[in-house]
C-alpha cells in the first residue's frame, strides 16, 4: 500500500472499461487497498469469482454499486425491482460489501406524481431493510443531484435521504461530493447524518457540463469543488471507512486505466486526503 | 383580456426574437395582459419609449428581469456590479416594474469558494436594499436550479433565498417551477414566504435535457413537472400577482412567436390556471 493511499479506493466505474481481474489488478499496483464493486462486471465474471479475486489481492470491498430504481407504480415491475435489489444484497453479502448503494430511481415514464414515487421509495426500502439486516449487509441511500430527480433519483438531498434512513435502525446514506457540493446545508447535513455515513465518494463537477449531463462527474480538481470543507465534515462525524472515487466521464473512460488510475491517486492526495485527518 | 389569462404574462424571454414593441403587439393580440420585461431588449429601444409602448399598449409589467451578478470578489468588478445593478433598479421604476429579479451569481472564474460567493451577495444585496426602497422597486432572490450553482446562481433553493430575502424588510422571492420542483421542502417554503414572493414564473423541466443545460426549459406539459402542487401552493399564500412565462429553450426560439405565444396560452389555462383559484 502506498503512503498516504490507506483509505482510497477505486470506484469500478472510474475504470470502466477494465474487468474485475483488471481492476483488482490496477488496484494493486497502484498501492490502492480498496476497491468499489459494480455489479455488472461482477455478475459477467461470477460472485463467487470476483470475491475469489479481490479477496486473494487482500483487497477491501468498500461497496456495492447499485441497488435501487424502486419507483415502479406498476406491481409487476414492482415486485421485480424489490426481487432485484434481494439478489443485490446477497451478492454484496458475498462480496463482503459494507454497504449496497441504492440509486433510488425517478419518475416512472409518463408520471409526474414525484411525491407517489418519492413514497414508493420509502415503502420498499422498509420492505427491504429486514432482508439487508439478516445478511449482514447496509443499505447505504444515495441522494443525486437534482438534476437527476426525473430520471435516476427521486432523492435529491442529504436532508432527504438522511430523513428516510433516520426511519430505520440501520439504514445510511452515501455522501457524493459531486451530488452534494452545493447544498448549502451539506456540511450541517453530514454532521447530522454521523455514523449514519456508510460511504465517502468524490468527484469533481465539470463547468460547463458535457452535453450528456450523466457524464458530467470530472476527476477531482478538472472542475468546481473545493473538497476541503466536505471531506473535513465527514472526518469530523468519525468516519472511518474508505474514500471511493467514482466518475462518470467520457473522456475519462476513454484514456488509459492505468494512467487514470495515478492521475487519480495524485489528485486524492491532493486534493482529499489532507482534509481526512 | 381573453377569458382565464388574467393573471398571465409573457415573459419576453418566450419570444426571444420579438422586440419590446413586437411582444407587447403579441401580448395584446392574444389577450396576455402583462409582460415580462428583459433589460437588454429594454435598452435597445430605450427605457422611456419602452415604458412609453407598454403603457399605451395598456399592459402591466409583472417584473424587469435582471439584475444580479454580484458575486464578484475583484473590487472593481463588484462596483461596476453594484452600480449596474442601481441603473437596473432605475430601470425597473421607469418601467412600473414591481420587482427587479435577481440572478445572483455564481463562483468566480478560477474560484471555488462557495461560502464566499454567497457572502458576497448578501453583502451586495444588503448594499442595493436602501437603493431599491428609495426607487420603490422590491428586489426579488431567485433561486437557480442547483445545476447552476458553479456559473449562475449561488442561491440555489427557496429557502436559502428566503433565508437572505427575510434578513431585510422589503425584499422578495422569485418562485419558479423550473428550478424548484424538484425541492422536497418546495411546499413549506413556499407557504414560508407568504408576501415575500414578488413573482411566479412557470416552465417545464425537459428529460432529458439539451446538451446546452441553460436551454432545459420547455413549454409546459412538455417536461416533467405537475404544476398543480406549486401552483395552489403560491395561490395559498394569497399571491395575487401575474404568472410569467418564461422559457430558454433553442427549439421555442426557433419557432414563430405568435404560434409559442398561443401554444403558452393553451397549456397555461390547461395546466396552471385551474390551481390558481
Known amino acids: 500500500m502506498t503512503q498516504g493511499l490507506e483509505r482510497l479506493s477505486l470506484n469500478q466505474k472510474t475504470t470502466n472499461s477494465w474487468s474485475v481481474a483488471e481492476a483488482v489488478d490496477g488496484c494493486v499496483r497502484a498501492g490502492i487497498p480498496a476497491i468499489g464493486l459494480w455489479r455488472e462486471p461482477v455478475q459477467a465474471v461470477g460472485v463467487a469469482a470476483a470475491a475469489k479475486l479481490v479477496r486473494d489481492a487482500g483487497l ?121 457540493w452545493w447544498d448549502p446545508n451539506v456540511a450541517a447535513e453530514i454532521a447530522r447524518a454521523g455514523e449514519r455515513i456508510l460511504t465517502y465518494q468524490v468527484c469533481d463537477f465539470l463547468v460547463p457540463m458535457p452535453a450528456d449531463n450523466l457524464l458530467a462527474r470530472g476527476m477531482m480538481g478538472d472542475g468546481v469543488i473545493d473538497f476541503a470543507p466536505m471531506t473535513a465534515a465527514v472526518a469530523a462525524t468519525g468516519y472511518a471507512g474508505d474514500v471511493e472515487v467514482e466518475i462518470f466521464n467520457a473522456d475519462v473512460w476513454a484514456a488509459d486505466p492505468s494512467r487514470v488510475v495515478s492521475t487519480m491517486c495524485e489528485r486524492y492526495l491532493a486534493l482529499v486526503a489532507p482534509y481526512l485527518a
Open 60 to 180: 477491501r470491498v468498500s461497496s456495492l454499486c447499485r441497488g435501487g430504481f424502486l419507483t415502479a407504480s406498476d406491481p409487476d415491475e414492482r415486485t421485480a425491482a424489490v426481487a432485484d435489489n434481494r439478489l443485490a444484497i446477497d451478492e454484496a453479502a458475498e462480496l463482503g460489501a459494507p454497504c449496497l448503494v441504492l440509486v433510488v430511481g425517478g419518475l416512472p415514464a409518463g408520471s409526474k406524481d414525484l411525491a407517489g414515487a418519492r413514497q414508493r421509495v420509502a415503502d420498499a426500502v422498509a420492505e427491504l431493510v429486514p432482508y439487508a439486516a439478516s445478511r449482514g449487509v447496509r443499505l447505504a441511500l444515495e441522494p443525486l443531484h437534482p438534476m437527476y430527480c426525473a430520471d435516476r433519483a427521486v432523492l435529491s438531498t442529504l436532508t432527504q435521504a438522511l430523513d428516510l434512513a433516520l426511519t430505520f435502525p440501520d439504514v445510511g446514506v452515501a455522501v457524493d461530493t459531486f451530488h452534494l
